[in-house]
């Protein structure tokens, strides 16, 4: 049967495997939609981690503050 979804291989060391099979029985749904979960949580905090980065680098003492108001007033 056809699907829009992205399929992928992955080898999955025993030590996971299990793992995942185990959350996967606990939670009453197929592996593959359990490592897809989890992929999609790893990546929000990839995205998290990045974004946070990102906001480090650009808060530095010198950098200038405005207030929410202000901010708002100038966007809209």
Do not use: C, G, Y
Request: proline content about 4%; glycine content about 0%.
């Amino acid at each position: 049967m056809p699907t829009n979804k992205k399929r992928i291989n992955i080898t999955l060391p025993n030590h996971i495997a299990i793992f995942l099979e185990e959350i996967a029985l606990r939670d009453d749904v197929p592996q593959a939609t359990k490592a897809a979960e989890l992929l999609e949580r790893a990546l929000e905090l990839e995205e998290d981690t990045f974004f946070s980065k990102a906001a480090d680098e650009i808060d530095t003492k010198k950098s200038e503050f405005i207030s929410h108001n202000d901010f708002w007033s100038k966007v809209l």
